[in-house]
């Protein structure tokens, strides 16, 4: 009968701490098998997969996987452990580690590409402003790169054993059977980009930690390094980085080696290869986490958006049409005996795309003391409504397109600051004309519900009645130059003032926040962005103690505000000053 079988989920106590959904379906059922097959996945350790005898923590995977885990669950302490787990695995002579932690199977000395030893610790202390790991691991992880550039050559890290793995099957090395290794995407260069990615890690710990001399000497190696991959990979008739496959491409574009004339031809590149498969990717499960953030930094939010939509083979639209409930580790769809585990985490790496770009949140200090905010809005996609629990508080990222514009909604916790950089149309011109900026496009992107009043309410009180407020003063700098192919608002445009609105008059009295109370305060500051910081963590606003309206996100009953022209006006596309742009309750 079917009341006597009882399903339970079984995986290590982690508190799902992020929530990501949108208006795409099918995006929608990715984020959930993503879910699905990370929970499934965690056992003490991060296994490869659930479902068959290898159940192994392979630090391969996890180098691509790692990032989007941590926006999902939290995973502080579990990772916190398997660093130890690494660390036990580690040569003490030669300073090698094991592909797998514990070490039961692969290799000894791992594949360069497991990076994630040292990935890790910078995302425990990212994330949950944990540094601990980054001080207990130090000289094991300095050992490990230590031992990758003993076996380099004039800077290139000439042995790999996975690379790119499980790219699709026309994209892998044949000799009579399937290999997972790519053909197109060189182990070496691989191996060598993460050599120097390690560089960079461990001159970061080392500055953290007060090791001056140490840093210094690993951005020296790393410079070297650098110099050496673009003189042994890089052509410079074509700009393309081994061989130009997307990963190779991708790749060198991820880690800053592209210098940086040659930054957008490469982008372009990528992209015209993308467009030309039919919108398809070449990559593997290292390649793949950076083709998406790659193409949408460097202006191509469409086609990464297209790739990711995509439902023919190869794509996660595929894996969907053939029922998949969790994330394959091949593109193919495959069964029976043989490499075709149905329940794999790294291609779920597609998850920190969504949190990053989609709803823009990313911490910009320790624990998410500091953040930015900065949605990229695919001109497909009706809304996007993100949340995500940190140690500093509950941060939110919401928005939608209206009939008159987009709206969106940021939720900032008590003592966090954040940067929040506008969405506006890369081929928008700024100038300046007196007391106002004029939008130079038909569709620039509207920004609205952004002002809150100034209280001081105190703990456990009810928060007055709001009076609203109107934007003015948008007057320093000189021309703002025109936004950048990453579709942001920059120039030197000096500090957004703050007018109140008499409710019985009309007029403007004037109330300029000088950004030292404790409330509110923004300030679109020379990197072009308007900066949010709330003072008190008891300043809820909106009914039942929900920032976005009663009952928490997204908006409804209580106390928050926006434009009724929107930030950026519609028709006339002027950012107008001193009380033009009125304000009003949102109910």
């Known amino acids: 009968r079917e009341e006597d079988v009882v399903g339970v989920a079984m995986y290590t106590a982690v508190r799902q701490t992020g929530q990501f959904v949108c208006g795409n379906a099918l ?25 068959r005898s290898e159940r192994q923590g392979w630090l391969n995977d996890l180098t691509a996987r790692a990032e989007a885990s941590v926006y999902n669950f939290d995973l502080n302490l579990f990772y916190e452990k398997f660093l130890r787990d690494i660390r036990d695995t580690q ?23 497991s990076s994630s030893y040292l990935i890790l610790p910078d995302l425990l202390y990212t994330h949950y402003g944990n540094r601990r790991p980054m001080e207990e691991q130090y000289e094991g992880l300095r050992m490990w790169t ?53 560089l960079g890690l461990m001159e970061r710990f080392a500055t953290l930690l007060g090791r001056r001399e140490e840093a210094a000497a690993f951005a020296a190696r790393r410079e070297s390094v650098a110099a050496a ?18 990963g190779s491409n991708v790749f060198a574009l991820y880690l800053g080696l592209v210098p940086a004339q040659d930054t957008a031809r490469v982008a372009a590149r990528v992209d015209e290869d993308v467009r030309r498969r039919g919108y398809h990717l070449t990559t593997g499960n290292l390649m793949t986490k950076y083709l998406l953030e790659v193409l949408t930094a460097y202006g191509y ?66 624990g998410f003391a500091a953040v930015k905010i900065q949605p990229y809005l695919p001109e497909e996609l009706p809304f996007v409504r993100c949340s995500l629990e940190t140690c500093a508080g509950r941060i939110g990222s919401s928005w939608s397109r209206e009939t ?34 004029l939008i130079q496009a038909h569709q620039v992107v509207e920004l609205r519900a952004l002002i809150h009043t100034r209280s001081s309410l105190k703990e456990n009180s009810s928060p007055p009645k709001r009076k609203p407020f109107s934007l003015g003063g948008l007057l320093a700098g000189s021309v703002i130059p025109p936004a950048d192919s990453f579709g942001l608002l920059r120039g030197a445009v000096g500090l957004l003032l703050f007018h109140h609105i008499d409710d019985h008059h009309g007029g403007d009295r004037q109330h300029e926040d000088d950004g030292d109370d404790e409330d509110w305060h923004r300030r679109a500051d020379a990197a ?41 006006a519609g028709g006339d596309g002027i950012l107008r000053g001193g009380g033009c742009t009125t304000a009003r309750r949102r109910l």
């Open 301 to 366: 939010l469409e086609t990464a958006y297209r790739l990711v939509v995509q439902t023919t083979y190869p794509s996660w639209g595929y894996m969907l049409s053939k029922d998949a409930t969790t994330i394959w580790e091949r593109w193919e769809y495959e069964t029976g005996y043989g490499m075709n585990s149905h329940n794999h985490p790294m291609y779920g790496s597609i998850s920190a795309w969504f949190y990053k770009y989609l709803a823009g949140i990313s911490a910009e200090a320790p």
């Open 229 to 246: 991959i673009n003189r042994v990979f890089r052509d410079e008739e074509t700009g393309d980085y081994a061989g130009g496959s997307q």
């Open 146 to 198: 230590d031992f990758l550039g003993r076996n380099s050559r004039d800077g290139i890290v000439s042995f790999s054993l996975y690379g790119d793995w499980a790219s699709p099957i026309e994209h892998c090395c044949h000799n009579g059977i399937y290999s997972p290794i790519s053909n197109i995407t060189p182990g070496d260069f691989v191996s060598s980009g993460y050599y120097y990615y390690n």
């Open 91 to 113: 040569d003490p002579v030669s300073g090698a580690i094991a592909d797998t932690a514990p070490f039961r199977r692969g290799n000894m000395p791992a594949d360069p590409v």
């Open 404 to 437: 008159d514009g987009v709206e969106l909604l940021v939720e900032i916790p008590g003592d966090v600051t954040a940067d929040l950089y506008l969405p506006i149309r890369p081929d928008a011109g700024l100038r300046r004309e007196g007391a106002a900026v």
């Open 27 to 51: 995006i929608n059922r990715i984020q959930d098998n993503i879910l699905w097959t990370e929970r499934s996945n965690l056992y003490s350790i991060p296994t490869d997969c659930c479902q």
């Open 528 to 568: 072009g962005l308007f900066r949010i910081r709330r003072g008190r963590a008891d300043h809820r606003l909106g009914g039942g103690g929900g920032f976005l309206g009663k009952g928490g996100f997204p908006g409804g009953e209580g106390g928050f505000l926006r434009g009724q022209g929107g930030l950026l």
